[in-house]
């Protein structure tokens, strides 16, 4: 059973930045596929970045509407994926959740990930 453990939202103003964490089990990069998704109120739960598990190359994946300001990150020392974040907007508020799939290759679909954290609350403020 994966464990993932998400940190570090909160408020901030549009414009600025924030790093996500998700520790997960030891040995998860080895075998899964990480995907950082968020969920605003109203809306359904969606990919906004994605990194395969080291095995097939770390590749990412990133929604068209965060490309160019935010990064998405594994450090398998610390069991850790991070997404950085910057060039803030209100509109990206919502919970955001670290998860981790089985696929081969990355999915967008939610269905594809099996294992997820709690969810850390982001608030933009405009």
Do not use: H
């Not at 968020?38 to 190359?57: D, F, M, S, T």
């Amino acid at each position: 059973q994966v464990q993932l453990v998400e940190s570090g939202g909160g408020l901030v103003q549009a414009g600025g930045s924030l790093r996500l964490s998700c520790a997960a089990s030891e040995g998860t990069f080895s075998n899964y596929n990480m995907g950082w998704f968020r969920q605003a109120p109203g809306k359904e739960r969606a990919l906004v970045a994605g990194i395969g598990n080291r095995w097939r190359g770390s590749v990412t994946y990133y929604a068209d509407s965060v490309k160019g300001r935010f990064t998405i990150s594994g450090d398998d020392r610390k069991n850790t994926v991070y997404l950085q974040m910057k060039s803030l907007k209100a509109e990206d508020t919502a919970v955001y959740y670290c998860a981790a799939g089985g696929r081969p290759t990355i999915t967008t679909d939610a269905a594809d990930f099996g294992s997820w954290g709690q969810g850390t609350q982001v608030t933009v403020s405009s």
